[in-house]
């Protein structure tokens, strides 16, 4: 929640969305004049919103911090763990790769994969939960874009939780 205030004061309303929900970019369905922001740690990556009325939309975003387990106890962070096993995937690794180098929509990685659409939507799902991708969604098409830097952190945490150090909140 303090990182969420912080962020607020620093960045436009549509990089602290894209930040908070962990690379959902604003589209026409977020048209209004207020936005009710609600953290919730059980929902941590999710983002989930609803019209509230006429001109308010309340979101409910994940604002349980990366280095923190929903398991009191643990000591592997969950955020670590879901970078990790979205990664651990080879089709994942390939769309990444194509990511990394431009925006695509679904259907263009489905071709360039030779995959069905249904198993591509799939698995960018699993890479926007884990936050390695961002969403946007524009009109009638949603394009993917690889999140650099979130990628970057993963392997940085990583590093530091195999050598026993204190894992960073990812970007």
Known sequence: MERAQALAATVSFE???TELSQGLQLGDEFNAEQFILVPAFWTTPLVFFEKYNDKTILLTFGARPANMSV???EIVPDALVRSLKALADPTRLKILRYLASESLTPS???????????????????LRLA?????????EENRYTARKQALNAVYENLNAFLQGEQIKEIA
């Open 131 to 139: 936050g390695l991708v961002e969403l946007s969604l524009m009109h």
């Open 108 to 126: 263009e990685i489905a071709r360039k994969l030779q995959l069905r659409p249904p198993t591509v939507t799939h698995h960018l799902k699993e």
């Open 71 to 73: 398991i009191p106890g």
């Open 15 to 17: 990089e602290l969305f």
